[in-house]
């Protein structure tokens, strides 16, 4: 069996099974994603694609590393060639979808905020897109998605603020009783109490967030992929190393006779070892008594 450098194979089988927990916690994750969003049915179609592209990317993950493990670990040569194989592709995967993420970030503002333009006014939108606002306004305590007037003369429940401390703040804002739709409300005079603060400015920090990490994952990633790649080449190279035949001799040995000729056929034969050479030579005549 070939001999690989045994610290160097160790630690080949660490890094595989270290990025094959990785794959599970992508699927683990999948799985509990779709168990929080399971009561959604309007996103239902959108986010099973999702969890479907998690199950699929930590599936491939956990299985390379494994087939690659299982190849330095048992000194086969093509599961480590298949292994070598997908972490190039793996790594220029990545690094097709990072590059254009980093050279068109400074577009993704503009880009996002043409798309909720496209849904105002809210108060004419669809029902999804209206329940998807009022959930957004109520986790991030904000009204409407440029201005309250998003809402048109029906500004909802969600904007408006929730007690003394959100006044007390400085995060709320007076607008005319008109624009408030029926609802249970906090009264200043004509004035009622909403969120100051517009959604779009959060959301676009939490995309501008969630960019950073994408790039950045991917870009660890692909470094990570193109690491396996080197370090399988390097285990590919000491197996064809430890490999190559030991090259053999073929040698031709006779023996010899009285006058230098062999009474038996010579034997062919392989040897790892130099051939033996018999000195040929003629012996003096005797004189006559």
Known sequence: MAKLNSCFQRLFVFFNLLFAIVGGVIIGLGLLGQFVYNDSTSELENQTKGFLVMYLVGGVTMAMSLLGAYGAHREKRIPLIVFLVACFIGCFGLLRLAV?????????????????????????????????????QLNLKCCGLFSYTDWGNNVPDSCLCQGEEDEMKGTCLNIPYRLLFLSEYRMTGHQKMIYKQTCFPILQGYLAKALDILLGVSFAFAALALLGAVMSAVLLAQLRSSTVAVPVVFSVSSHPSKFGFSSHPPKFGFSSHPPKYSELYNEPEKPEK
Do not use: C, G, H
Not at 103 to 129: C, G, H, T, W
């Open 100 to 136: 254009p993420t980093a050279m068109y970030r400074s577009e993704m503002k503009q880009i996002m905020e043409a798309k909720f333009r496209e849904a105002l006014p809210l108060n004419e939108a669809s029902p999804d897109v209206r329940q998807f606002t009022e959930r957004i």
